[in-house]
């Protein structure tokens, strides 16, 4: 036995021994346990308050869009009385994982009569709620539903009794997480941790998923892993070749084996250099610096199909294939390096004899805009060096690997939204001259960088829309758990702890579900076992491994049952309310509606001694409820005071 395997046994058996003697452990339980804690709840998100939604309405449509400002203060009013009046959200574009509809109305102890519909089209409707003979007094009331390609949602009231204000302070349509946007990883560095032991739980008697980083990251929900691929890996600093090539190209195809061994989804990312290739950085592999143009476009082609075949003649066909990395500057820099005033990696700079000998697709963004009909020429002969360079990349992957989908990722910088717009107007056009045209258009989202969560939801939704033949993709995004004294990082609300390290990829995660037309189609965290990690090193054991408990965000994100989880009611001064012994559910699985008991806190001695309102929660197998109690002055009119659910 290796002293390596010596020491896991000892710590987990000293471990063991203490838990059995202050009666921890009854029996073996299944891993569990995972570094640190992380409250993750799945993901809903309200379309109908996003930027991008909107409110009409039959009748006082200047108001409409206070209904779906977020503040129950305010609400929509009809400007006349009379007639079935509606109040419609376009929700921009099509959701297919829609769920749950949130109505709240303007005034207390009234039994608001209305139906709730859906559509694609706004002209065909499908009633999700019928309230039409309602009798219960009530301020609002969840609605819960299942319908594909929902882009409106329509309220019209059928009655009001007596006096009642019409209107309506809230109307939220919620989204969900699909079961198609893949969640994954960048996970390259699998070549250099190789000797490295992960597992779940590694200090529990079941250490549960391990001992590979990959058993554990799939265990956690990664569904997709990719792999970055260097043509001849150098050190950045000095240009020489690395003494073990880690991702490379023969070394990514052993990586790619052990992700496809695991039934994970398989990218791989061609980075055209030896070292990084970033933004500000995209160094021609030292193979290539030479070629006269016609060659080099020729290297790309060849490398590029020929890599893909190695791929697939062993079994590891990949699902989408980035040609480029992060390629908003263009890419394989030559000689227009001088011009765009590039100073990294320091070889390239060093050896610009070499480098930048001749012409590559680096792009002269300075000369953007310009009246000069020099400068016009040389950024329109950029364009044009680079986008037939990329084409080739393309034709590469449609030749040589047909089922692959071709991406195309770059960056929005913060502010910097109408240069990444300009890059795909260039860039789409150009390629599609040239024959060639990628599947989906992918960016990174660093907070630090890219700007606020609200700035990555505009982001998305202007190229979703601008573009919408394409899909939308995350390809890049981390946050840290730890530094900075907890304090979040730039133009994030999220501490750098475990929780907001969960908090801030679930973010990322809803921004790219709620991309209109479902066409957010994924995000991947950029190596979360070596940067901005989800893992730490067990002080207890040798070279191990385990995940943080954030990294749960991967398999919890999605909603198995959805509540009806507000009950609205009213009772009047003095007396008790009648809460519902059961409310609604839905199970997404199987997309079915059925009750569930609910278990509710007792009300504060005199709770409803005076009007106002009262909050109450409740307990479900699967959550918690709550209860808004409207506590008004007498019965009125009103036939009932209770609640009914739906």
């Known amino acids: 036995m290796s002293n390596r395997r010596l020491t896991r046994v000892l710590a987990g058996l000293t471990t063991l021994a203490t838990m059995v003697s202050t ?7 299944p891993a ?61 574009g099509a959701y297919d994982n829609l769920r749950k509809v949130k109505v709240m109305f303007p005034e207390r102890g009234v039994a608001y009569r209305y139906v709730v519909e859906a559509s694609t089209d706004g002209r065909r409707w499908k009633t999700i709620a019928d309230r039409s003979d309602n009798r219960a007094v009530s301020r609002g009331e969840v609605h819960l539903f299942t319908r594909l390609a929902t882009r409106f949602v329509r309220l019209t009231f059928t009655g009001v009794p007596g006096r009642a204000r019409v209107g309506v302070s809230e109307l939220q349509v919620f989204n969900y997480l699909r079961d198609d946007l893949v969640l994954g990883a960048d996970l390259s560095w699998l070549d250099d941790h190789q000797s490295r032991q992960y597992w779940v739980d590694p200090l529990a008697p079941d ?20 792999l970055r691929v260097f043509n001849e890996p150098r050190s950045e600093a000095t240009g020489q070749l690395n003494a073990v090539p880690r991702q490379g190209p023969q070394r990514t195809l052993t990586s790619a084996q052990s992700i496809k061994q695991r039934n994970m989804g398989l990218g791989i990312d061609y980075h055209y250099a030896d070292s990084w290739a970033d933004p500000s950085k995209q160094p021609k592999p030292r193979a290539w610096a030479e070629l006269e143009f016609a060659d080099l476009n020729r290297a790309v082609y060849d490398f590029t199909a020929d890599h893909l075949r190695r791929l697939i003649r062993q079994g590891t066909t990949p699902d989408k294939v980035a040609v480029g990395n992060e390629i908003i500057n263009g890419f394989l820099y030559g000689s227009e390096a001088a011009l765009i005033g590039t100073t990294n990696p320091p070889y390239f700079v060093d050896q610009a004899d070499v480098y930048q000998a001749k012409p590559g697709g680096g792009l002269l963004w300075q000369y953007w805009g310009s009246t000069d009909p020099v400068e016009q020429q040389l950024y329109d002969q950029a364009w044009d060096r680079f986008t037939t360079l990329a ?34 107007r260039q860039y789409l056009t150009r390629v599609k001259a040239k024959g060639q ?19 990555l939801d505009t982001n998305l ?21 730890s530094g900075g004294d907890g304090s979040p990082m730039p133009n994030s609300p999220f501490p750098r702890t475990i929780q907001g390290q969960a908090d801030a990829i679930q973010r990322v995660f809803q921004a790219a579900n709620d991309v209109v037309d479902n066409k957010g189609t994924g995000v991947l965290v950029w190596e979360p076992a070596g940067w901005q990690t989800m893992f730490r090193a067990v002080p207890e054991l ?28 009213a009772t009047a001064v003095g007396a008790a309310p009648k809460l519902p012994s059961s409310i609604r559910m839905l199970t997404t699985a199987n997309n079915k509606i059925t009750s569930v008991p609910v278990r509710w806190q007792p009300l504060p001695p005199g709770a409803t001694d005076t009007p106002g309102e009262v909050t109450v929660t409740g307990m479900t197998e699967v959550g918690q409820v709550t209860a808004v109690i409207d506590v008004v002055p007498g019965r009125g009119e009103h036939d009932e005071l209770d609640s009914t659910t739906s």
């Open 23 to 29: 009666g921890l452990v009854v029996g073996t339980a």
């Open 32 to 92: 569990g346990a995972i570094f640190g804690t992380a409250d993750i709840k799945p993901i809903e998100s309200n379309i109908a308050a996003k930027s991008w939604a909107s409110a009409t309405a039959g009748s006082g449509s200047s108001t409409a869009g206070l209904a779906v400002d977020g503040d129950p203060a305010t609400a929509w009013s009809p400007d006349r009385a009379g007639g079935r009046q509606w109040l419609t959200v376009d929700l921009g």
């Open 207 to 226: 250490r549960g998923a391990g001992p590979h980083q990959l058993d554990v990251v799939k265990d956690r929900g990664m569904q997709y892993a990719r």
């Open 391 to 424: 084409a080739s990349g393309i034709k590469a992957v449609r030749d040589a690997s047909p089922t692959s989908k071709v991406e195309i990722h770059v960056i929005v910088n913060k502010d910097r939204l109408a240069k990444t717009m300009e890059f795909w």
């Open 437 to 455: 045209n990628p599947d989906v258009l992918a960016i990174s989202y660093y907070s630090e960088w890219h700007g606020t969560p609200e700035a």
């Open 461 to 481: 939704h202007t190229m979703a829309t601008t573009y919408p033949g394409y899909k939308i993709d995350i390809a890049e995004t981390s946050y840290p758990a």
């Open 542 to 569: 040798a070279n191990t491994w385990e995940p943080h408990a954030s990294i749960n965000v991967f398999n919890a994100s999605r909603a198995k049952h959805i509540l009806q989880d507000t009950v609205h009611t």
